[in-house]
C-alpha cells in the first residue's frame, strides 16, 4: 500500500476540558496513482485526517505510513492545496511556484520547472502576475501549479474548489483530471461534494460525523470522461445517499450551499 | 470639482480672510501677525540661510533618530513576538512607556548626553521607537496561519520559515509602524529643539519667541506643518497604499 493510515483516533480538549473524538479507528490504504475521494459533512474530520497525511496535525494514536516511511512532519514528498490559494501576496507568480525548489535547484532550472507547470495549468501567460490580480480560480491554478512543482508523491486537496463559482469549479475539475491523468500522481481529495467526488475519483471513502468514522468505501468504475454517463452518475448518487441514511440530512445541507457557491 | 482645486480655494479664502483680519485691525499685529509679515520674515529667513541650516540641522536629527528608532524598534518586536516571556515582561514595560510622551525624558537625557545633539536625537528615538516595536510584534503574530501551513509543506520551517514567509507576510504593519514612528520623531524632535540648543527649526522658533518676532514664529509653525504633510503623504502613505495593495489588503 503506498498510504496507509492504522488505527487513526485523534481527541481534541475543549475548553472545559472535556474530550472530544474527531477520528475513531480510522484504517485506510490508498494505493499509489489513485484518486480518491474523502467525502463527508462538515465536523466529520476530513480535513483533519488529511492535515494528518499532510504532517500538520499529529493524531492521538495510530500512524500514517506515505511510501514506506512513517509521517512525522510536513515534507515535499506530500504537497498540499488548501481551500484558499495561500499564494504569498509578495512573490509574482513565477516566484510563489519556484518557492518549494529554491533549495534544490538552480534559479534557470527552477524557472524552467515553475514555467512547464504553469503551461500545465494554463497560466504560462500569467508568469510575472502578482496574485491580488488573479480570478480566485487562477489563484488555484497556481497554488496547483506551486504543488506538483515539487514533484510530490501525493496531491492533497482539502476542499480545493469549494471557494469558487460552479462554472470555474467545473472547469477545474476538468483540468484536474487531465493533469491527474498526465501525471499519475496518488491525489486524496476531500470534499463535501457527493457530485464533485463521483466526477473526480476513483474510490470514495465516505465519512460519517461525530465521532468521525469511515461509514463505507465505494469503487467508482464510470469510465472517463464521466460527463458522457449520466446515468450512472445518478445512480450511484442515490446509492450514496441511500448508503448514507444517518449522515444525510447533514451532507445535503451542505451540498445546496455548496451549490448556491456560498 | 477635484480635490486639489477645493484644496486651493480653501487655503486661499483662508490667507485672504486672515489678510483681511489683519488689514481691519480686527486683531493687532502683534498678537496675529499678517499673512504678508509672516511671509517677508520666511523669505528673510531664507535668504540670509538660518532656515536653510535650520532644516538641514532638524533633518539631521531627525533621519539619525528615526533609522535607529525602525532598527531598535524592527529587533525588540521581532522579540516581543517570538518569546512569550520577553512579551509578559519587556512587553507590558515598553506598553508602559509608550503612553509616556518622549520630551519627558529630557531632564534626564540632559544629565546623560550633555546639551546638545545627544539628548535631542536620544528623545527623538524614544518617540519613534515605541510605536515601531508594537506594530512590528502585532505583524509578526497576525501572519495568516494559513501561510505558515502552506510554506510548511513546501518544506519551510525555523529561520527560512521566518525569514522567507513570516517576515514578508508581516511588511505591512512594519510600513505602519515606520509611518507612526516618523510622526511621533517629528513631534519628539520639535518638542526637544524648543527646549535645547540649535540650529534646528523648534530652536530658531523658541529665538524668535524670545524676541517676540511672532511673524517668524509663525513662520517656523508653516515649515513645520507642510514638512510634515509632505513627508506623510508623499513618502509614507504612498509606501503604504502600494504595500496594501500588493499584500491584497486593499483594493
Known amino acids: 500500500m503506498f498510504i496507509e493510515a492504522k488505527q487513526i483516533n485523534k481527541v481534541y480538549f475543549d475548553k472545559n476540558n472535556k474530550p472530544n ?12 496513482g489513485e484518486f480518491v475521494s474523502i467525502l463527508g459533512p462538515s465536523g466529520c474530520g476530513k480535513s483533519t485526517l488529511l492535515s494528518m497525511i499532510a504532517g500538520l496535525v499529529s493524531s492521538t494514536s495510530g500512524e500514517i505510513i506515505v511510501d514506506g516511511k512513517k509521517v512525522v512532519k510536513p515534507g515535499k514528498d506530500r504537497g498540499m492545496v488548501f481551500q484558499q490559494a495561500a499564494l504569498f501576496p509578495w512573490m509574482n507568480v513565477t516566484e510563489n511556484v519556484m518557492f518549494p525548489l529554491r533549495k534544490e535547484l538552480s534559479k534557470k532550472e527552477g524557472l524552467a520547472r515553475a514555467l512547464h507547470f504553469l503551461k500545465m495549468v494554463q497560466l504560462s501567460n500569467y508568469p510575472s502576475h502578482y496574485p491580488h490580480e488573479l480570478s480566485g480560480g487562477m489563484q488555484q491554478r497556481v497554488s496547483i501549479a506551486r504543488s506538483l512543482a515539487m514533484d510530490p508523491a501525493v496531491l492533497l486537496m482539502d476542499e480545493p474548489f ?17 493533469i491527474w491523468i498526465d501525471t499519475k500522481k496518488t491525489i486524496v481529495f476531500v470534499t463535501h461534494s457527493i457530485s464533485e467526488s463521483i466526477k473526480l ?7 460519517g460525523t461525530r465521532p468521525g468514522t469511515i461509514l463505507t468505501d465505494i469503487t467508482v468504475d464510470i469510465p472517463r470522461p464521466r460527463e458522457q454517463h449520466r446515468q450512472e452518475i445518478a445512480a450511484l448518487e442515490e446509492q ?14 451542505e451540498e445546496q450551499a455548496y451549490e448556491a457557491g456560498s | 470639482m477635484k480635490p486639489a482645486v477645493k484644496r486651493i480655494i480653501f487655503f486661499a479664502a483662508l490667507i485672504v480672510f486672515w489678510e483681511l483680519g489683519s488689514r481691519f485691525e480686527l486683531w493687532h499685529e502683534t498678537i496675529l501677525p499678517s499673512p504678508v509679515s509672516v511671509y517677508d520674515s520666511l523669505v528673510a529667513g531664507f535668504a540670509d540661510m538660518t532656515l536653510v541650516y535650520d532644516l538641514v540641522a532638524s533633518f539631521r536629527r531627525l533621519l539619525i533618530g528615526l533609522v535607529a528608532a525602525i532598527i531598535i524598534g524592527t529587533g525588540v518586536g521581532i522579540l516581543l513576538a ?6 509578559e515582561t519587556l512587553g507590558t514595560l515598553v506598553l508602559a512607556l509608550q503612553s509616556v510622551p518622549s520630551i519627558v525624558w529630557l531632564p534626564l537625557a540632559m544629565m546623560w548626553f550633555g546639551l546638545g545633539e545627544g539628548s535631542i536625537i536620544f528623545v ?37 520559515l521566518f525569514i522567507k514567509v513570516i517576515i514578508p507576510a508581516s511588511v ?8 507612526l514612528a516618523w510622526a511621533f520623531a517629528w513631534r519628539a524632535l520639535m518638542a526637544g529643539e524648543l527646549l535645547s540648543s540649535g540650529p534646528g527649526l523648534g530652536y530658531t522658533l523658541r529665538y524668535a ?28 502613505q504612498r509606501i503604504e497604499k502600494n504595500v496594501l495593495k500588493r499584500w491584497g489588503l486593499e483594493t
Open chain 1, 21 to 32: 473524538t474527531v477520528l475513531k479507528d480510522i484504517d485506510l490504504s490508498i494505493q499509489k
Open chain 1, 162 to 178: 469549494g471557494a469558487l463559482d460552479e462554472q470555474t469549479r467545473s472547469r477545474l475539475h476538468g483540468q484536474l483530471e487531465e
Open chain 1, 201 to 207: 475519483s476513483d474510490r470514495i471513502i465516505v465519512m
Open chain 1, 240 to 253: 450514496i445517499m441511500a448508503l448514507l441514511k444517518t449522515e444525510i440530512d447533514k451532507v445535503i445541507d
Open chain 2, 82 to 87: 517570538r518569546s512569550k516571556t520577553a512579551d
Open chain 2, 124 to 160: 527623538v528615538i524614544l518617540g519613534g521607537t515605541f510605536v515601531m516595536i508594537l506594530n512590528v510584534r502585532t505583524g509578526i503574530k497576525n501572519v495568516d496561519p494559513l501561510f505558515i501551513k502552506a510554506a510548511r509543506t513546501m518544506g519551510s520551517n525555523g529561520l527560512d
Open chain 2, 172 to 179: 505591512p504593519y512594519f510600513v505602519t509602524g515606520a509611518r
Open chain 2, 209 to 236: 519667541s524670545d524676541f517676540g518676532n511672532m511673524s517668524l514664529v509663525i513662520g517656523v509653525m508653516i515649515i513645520i506643518g507642510v514638512v510634515g504633510a509632505i513627508v506623510d503623504l508623499t513618502i509614507f
